[in-house]
């Protein structure tokens, strides 16, 4: 019997999709494609945790469902911790709540262009991914939204407020309405929440059907990977059995619990980066050849009258690493910025505006 080439091991969907990419760190560049936080440690922060880490006994597993961060931040949420499931970054999460809910068949709807892992990890579970076009600069179609919402009947939404790469948001009461006539879960995904000032946490108070997703990643701490997701307590327990166990290491959980309990740090960063936002932005509007979208999170997105591909390279060259995203339906000629600190956005602006300057 003829045994099936490697490649027909691996499942269809699986073979169609194109993995998600991200740049190599590179030196000497100013790196503003990611939207992470600008800001690193000060010293006294880093001596506390490296206290901390000295403690980590590395020869046993870590804590197995994280209980003792969960209760710092279901503490910090005013939740009970039974409504934390906590994931190995945001993209796990995601994945436990398809594996949890969605069998074969199933749809899920997000607005789009919006967060890529919404559709490559609904693919690769052989669901059906529905996108469900912005209007045309972005904002959300509500009209739209609903009529498919209620011709498609789909198990799970994801909705990201504020979006990535687009930055819009969609207001409380917009999201309430959505409620209102899902069949399913609505996943409300807040990894830029704090950027932005508002939250639907309040709202799991009365809609089981509400899920949010939220993130240690885009407020100063990255490189831990942690992320979290707040739903009524019957449905997280239920996430918990998909769960795989000691998914957080030791050092992840232990550094979590140090910086979170440092607040005000990453409260003043996250006012930084909301100040400089809104002045970079103003420079954008300003810029002949530029179309900036409006943005409630860390990071704009703009379209140009160049090449957004020649752009890219231009600004490369001069050192300024963003993100294109002009291969992303509807956002040709987009590139995406991650606000800085004040110095770093001033270099892009000055190589954003020679570069447009150049035939």
């Not at 594996?99 to 607005?111: D, F, H, K, N």
């Not at 970079?280 to 050849?289: E, T």
Request: charged share 25%; aromatic share 6%.
């Amino acid at each position: 019997m003829k045994r099936p080439r490697l490649l027909d091991l691996v499942k269809p969907e699986v073979l169609s999709l194109t993995a998600y990419r991200a740049e190599e760190p590179r030196p000497g560049l100013i790196k503003l494609d990611a939207n992470e936080s600008p800001f690193p440690l000060p010293e006294e922060l880093r001596r506390e945790l490296r206290r901390a880490l000295d403690q980590v006994d590395v020869h046993r597993y870590p804590d197995a469902k994280a209980d003792r961060l969960r209760s710092v931040l279901a503490a910090q949420l005013r939740m009970s911790p039974e409504s934390l499931v906590l994931g190995n970054g945001s993209d796990e999460l995601i994945q436990l709540l398809l594996l949890a809910t969605s069998g074969p068949g199933a749809t899920v709807l997000a607005p789009v262009p919006t967060f890529s892992m919404y559709e490559l990890i609904t693919r690769a579970h052989g669901l059906r991914f529905e996108g469900v076009p912005l209007g045309p600069r972005f904002e959300p179609d509500l009209p739209t939204l609903i009529e498919t919402i209620e011709r498609l009947r789909p198990e799970i939404i994801f909705l990201a407020t504020p979006n990535n790469p687009t930055g819009g948001v969609f207001s409380e009461a917009e999201i309430c309405k959505i409620l209102a006539v899902a069949p399913g879960l609505v996943v409300v995904d807040e990894a830029y929440g704090p950027y932005a000032g508002r939250t639907m946490l309040p709202h799991l108070v009365d809609q089981e059907r509400l899920v949010i997703l939220r993130s240690l990643s885009k407020i100063g701490l990255a490189g831990l990977r942690i992320g979290y997701l707040v739903a009524h307590p019957a449905l997280a327990a239920e996430i918990e059995k998909v769960r795989l166990p000691f998914n957080l290491n030791s050092f992840s959980q232990t550094a979590a619990i140090v910086l979170l309990n440092h607040h005000e740090w990453i409260d003043a960063n996250i006012g930084e980066v909301v100040r400089e936002r809104e002045r970079v932005m103003d420079c954008l509007v300003a810029l002949a050849g530029v179309e900036a979208f409006p943005s409630a999170a860390n990071f704009i997105l703009f379209r140009t009258t160049r090449s957004g591909g020649d752009l890219f390279e231009t600004l490369l060259q001069r050192g300024v690493l963003v993100r294109n995203v002009g291969s992303v339906p509807g956002l040709q000629d987009c590139l995406r910025v991650t606000v800085g600190t004040k110095a770093e956005n001033n270099q892009f602006m000055e190589a954003l505006t020679k570069a447009l300057k150049q035939d």
